[in-house]
Nanobody, 118 residues
Framework: QVQLVESGGGLVQPGESLRLSCVTSGFTFSSYAMRWHRQTPGKERELVASTSTSGGSTTYTESVKGRFTISRDNAKNTVYLDMNSLKPEDTAVYYC???????????WGQGTQVTVSS
């Protein structure tokens, strides 16, 4: 049974930091690219950051470059998103996603709420 369980969300003030974690099981984690997406009510889900299977290649949406860092630990089947200098516009539900292009497999977590407000 495939599981992706996010944690680490919460309410923080602008300028503060959070670390999201996504612990996975039920599939070969090291074979999957891992991504973090976010979504706010009424808007489409947005790809925030992605990392390759080894973690050696990462990409970010423009609005988070220099503030967010995606990383993975293949020994722990876990992907992280370190979020610094948080802004109110970062408020969203953040979703962990495992993606295997050659088999068109896509697994999703249940999401964790991040709220940035003073």
């Amino acid at each position: 049974q495939v599981q992706l369980v996010e944690s680490g969300g919460g309410l923080v003030q602008p300028g503060e930091s959070l670390r999201l974690s996504c612990v996975t099981s039920g599939f070969t984690f090291s074979s999957y690219a891992m991504r973090w997406h976010r979504q706010t009510p009424g808007k489409e889900r947005e790809l925030v950051a992605s990392t390759s299977t080894s973690g050696g290649s990462t990409t970010y949406t423009e609005s988070v470059k220099g503030r967010f860092t995606i990383s993975r630990d293949n020994a722990k089947n876990t992907v992280y998103l370190d979020m610094n200098s948080l802004k109110p516009e970062d408020t969203a539900v953040y979703y962990c996603n495992a993606y295997l292009a050659r088999l068109a497999r896509n697994y999703w977590g249940q999401g964790t709420q991040v709220t940035v407000s003073s």
